[in-house]
């Protein structure tokens, strides 16, 4: 065996601390960045960020600002200005305490409670529960019963079943819907009509008013409020779209800009006569922050030049004259001359305020079929089958091959699985569900 020793010349790209917090910056959402600038300014005293601009009633628990406590702190703290929101647990908790409960059985329904899920169902086994807490069984479903009691109806319900059968009570809906309700659920969803009408002996009619009659209950008692009790996040959108005289003019929103700069005070400190280790600690500050203000800046910069070429490029949507056309973030980053990672960094979780909504500047990238050798959109797609199932006879539904067929006709090369998906997308049922009588 013979050993050689050889050089060879190879390039390659090392990815810095320095690279990859510039990548992250770009990344970050309005939200994400001022997190990240509260962190940073925390650890790194040569940085100085602007807040004003920010919603503290939002942010006022992430960040607190200087540990020293002012004369006038009380009328400073940000945090009384904060309505806190109230979430499922306190709102049946509320109901709990009012409740004609002794000392056990109030905590019984505490740890219930404990057990509740977002939809308001608490489903456990009992006896285990029972056993655990040592506590008699017979007290534990007392005191679960006068829970389902409380509202709104359904609540701390232990099945679907039991949920919508309580709220079918309170309504008074006929006996033959709360069977169904008790036994048929499966058969509701199939959209067996007939084959409920015979096992009934009624008529197929009398069926179709008891489906449309359980659809109308709440099968999610307790989502109309949240477990969570997190502050909702607003939409900032990054960029503002003007129209004037069919001209679109994309600018950066200069509210929602987070002024970034070096600390005077201890840029006038580094100049100063200071021993060595403090004067390479600050500089090596310095330069954190340095890069951070430049990688900002860059964000910025990518962020406009990305959402001017995608306004140019979906022009006619956004002058209500068309569609979204197929655009890939290939053809993008080839118009800025960038990687499509960039593209793909760039648009994620950034937003584009327009004359009539905000809209996430990824959605503008949407997929397309073809129609006579050129490509259109999905939505284009979309809205054919919707007007087609909305305008359909409802005894005897338009099924997806049908549709299939038309749109073929009329030059889209469309399969009727891409329309089975599509649909579904849509929310909208199959054709055997949709069925009338």
């Not at 990815?15 to 990240?36: A, D």
């Not at 449309?212 to 959108?237: A, E, R, W, Y």
């Not at 306004?311 to 569609?323: H, M, P, T």
Request: charged share 30%; proline share 3%.
């Amino acid at each position: 065996m013979r050993l050689d020793v050889s050089l060879k010349q190879t390039q390659k790209l090392a990815m810095t601390t320095e690279l990859r917090q510039s990548i992250e910056i770009l990344q970050y959402n309005y939200f994400e960045l001022i997190e990240f600038l509260m962190e940073e300014s925390e650890l790194n005293p040569t940085i100085e960020v602007d807040f004003s601009n920010i919603e503290m009633d939002f942010y006022s628990k992430a960040y607190s600002g200087p540990s020293e406590r002012s004369d006038n702190e009380d009328e400073n703290n940000f945090e009384k200005y904060i309505i806190k929101e109230e979430n499922l647990y306190d709102y049946v908790y509320e109901q709990l305490i009012l409740s004609n409960f002794n000392k056990t059985q109030r905590i019984i329904g505490e740890l219930l409670l404990g057990l509740m899920d977002e939809n308001g169902y608490i489903k456990a086994n009992f006896y285990d529960f029972s056993n655990k807490y040592n506590f008699s069984f017979e007290e534990v479903m007392k005191v679960l019963k006068v829970m389902q009691e409380f509202s709104p109806t359904g609540i701390c319900s232990t099945s679907l079943e039991e949920c919508l059968l309580k709220q079918a009570k309170e309504r008074n809906f006929s006996i033959i819907t709360q069977e169904i309700i008790k036994n048929d659920l499966v058969d509701l969803a199939e959209n067996r009509v007939s084959f409920l009408a015979e096992k009934y002996k009624v008529d197929p009619k009398e069926i179709q008013g008891s489906f449309d009659k359980i659809k109308s209950l709440d099968p999610k008692p307790g989502k109309f409020l949240s477990l969570s009790n997190n502050p909702t996040k607003f939409i900032i959108p990054d960029v503002i779209l003007e129209i004037e005289n069919e001209q679109l003019k994309v600018s950066l929103n200069e509210d929602a800009f987070i002024k970034v700069s070096e600390n005077n005070f201890y840029k006038d400190l580094a100049n100063e006569n200071i021993d060595s280790q403090t004067k390479e600690y600050l500089k090596t500050k310095f330069k954190s922050t340095n890069w951070i203000i430049n990688s900002i800046n860059q964000r910025r910069e990518t962020i406009l030049k990305v959402s001017r070429e995608i306004c140019n490029f979906q022009r006619d949507y956004l002058l209500n004259k068309g569609y979204i056309k197929p655009m890939t973030m290939v053809e993008i980053a080839d118009k800025i001359e960038v990687h499509e990672s960039t593209i793909s960094r760039t648009v994620n979780g950034k937003y584009i305020q327009t004359p009539s909504k905000v809209i996430e500047l990824k959605d503008f990238f949407k997929g397309g079929l073809t129609k006579n050798d050129q490509e259109v959109s999905t939505d284009e797609i979309k809205i054919y089958i919707k007007t087609e199932i909305e305008g359909e006879n409802k005894k005897k539904p338009i099924s997806d091959q049908d549709i299939t067929d038309k749109l073929n006709e009329l030059g889209y090369e469309i399969s009727r699985r891409t329309v089975a998906k599509y649909r579904d997308q849509m929310g909208i049922l199959n054709s055997s569900k949709r069925k009338r009588f």
